[in-house]
């Protein structure tokens, strides 16, 4: 049975539609993630599946609870961090998490989590002189203080420079390894490629598609790049004529290959044939990225 | 949004944010300063001063300290109760504070209410300091401990539910610190705090009897004297309670 069911999920604002059609369903134990350009609907989304917000239509089961009806019951279970939360400038690490500590049934130990959250040299910190990478593995922190069976993250890296990113990154698979679901709300593609197990494409409130980052990948193009330089002259025609290539690119000894999975196969045939040598051989696939511009028609 | 009933568990969340914020307010000097300290420190300048004890014929045949005494109070229930308490209740929406909390067992309604607590606490502990020195430093003690007591009651509660009122209509903290500083100046100057309400021409003195400051002030004032004021005075600050609480509950946003 899965964790999270959504289906059919349509919610507005007035006049304004966020959420025009969502479905998806996130299993125990995966790291789901919710990937779309800024404006698609995702907060919207979760804010409906957390039981911030009422839904328009749709239904929505959450470990088997309904978060509107039953939301008492939900927020035992489900931690949360949204978007931009933050906390009082004086208040210290430890008395924030001891404080969100008290409002559950079953908590996790304070210290415990601050260590796990590699926070312990900033214990003492007020919230106001943490950096940005220290404030978001506190708000993490924060959502699993109530040991929760499922931890909704929304936008967890806007804004942090590269190696706070990598390092919270590393946290939430952790989280995820210790038996924690995760559902992942991102706009950014390389994030959702390296933790996802599993994703939504959300664009202009519809899921337009939904499976593992490399099978979108895929399913976008599935094409591959082949870039060499060869050590001896060689024609473009010798390449571009083989079965498996679709195009050929020359600049001198410089040759860009696109073709289909077994595209490097045939070229390399070719070059050990003539005695040629590929230099800086590299190979491409399609990324998500990719797969993102194509299924929205649009560039990040 | 529904809140769970009675329920032993949530005894320690409430108790957790209570002392979290008493902890912030210590941590915050200039409230700190403004809230208790100068009105403390005003007290004692002026008791200091010789001949404030003495009735003055220009101020109604009462004393200086008598006359500033209940001003002094209502400084300090005005500074936390109109400034400090919404500036913090929407500085926490304007964070997401608020908003996180409704994703906890317990809702952003329980950190109002010890934000509530700790502001009522802090002005019954300085008013109770600033009662104790005068009478007992400078002879100018409260003769109807009973109307004190209500006048007191009273005036703090309007106070902080114009206070909520304040965060209610507030978007930003920016906003809330600017209408709030506008009321202060208002509402002080209607207490007599730069013109001795007895020395305020007569439809000055009508327009001050409504305000909460003016009414507060008096009520404060014949306590210490020894008896009730008018039910009028009484009147007007359960009028601000009931229509600030109203409007407040009308157009509080939690996010």
Redesign the interface.
Known sequence: MPVIEVTGLHKEYGPKVAVEDVSFSVEAGEIFGILGPNGAGKTTTIECV?G?RKPGRGQISVLGLDPQRDH?AL??Q???Q?Q?????G??RVR?AL???A????QPADADELITRLGLDDRRDAPFEKLSGGQKQRLSVA?ALI?TPKVAVLDELTTGLDPAARREVWGLISDVRDSGVTVVLVTHFMEEAERLCDRLAVIDRGRVIATGTPSGLAYRAGGEQYVRFTASAPLDEDELSGLPHVHAVHQEGDQFAVTGDEEALQAVMGVLIRRGITARHLRLDQASLDDAFVALTGKGQ | MTTTAVDPGRGRAWRMLALTELKLLWRSPATLFWGIGFPVAGLVVLGLIPGTGKPVRALGGISVLQTYLPIIITFMIIMTGVNFLPVTLATYRERGVLRRMFTTPVTPQSLLAADLAITIGTQVATAALIVILAAGAFTASIGAPLAFIVAFALLAAAACTLGLLVAAVSFTAKAANALGAVLFFVLMFFSGLWLPRAEMPDWLRGVSDATLTGAGVQAVQNAMAGHWASGLFFGVLGAWVVACGALAIRFFRWQ
């Not at chain 1, 931009?84 to 009082?88: E, I």
């Open positions: 957390t911030l008492d927020r035992e489900v931690g949360v949204l931009d939360g933050q906390l009082p004086k208040l008395e001891k404080l969100y008290s409002f559950y049934a924060l109530g």
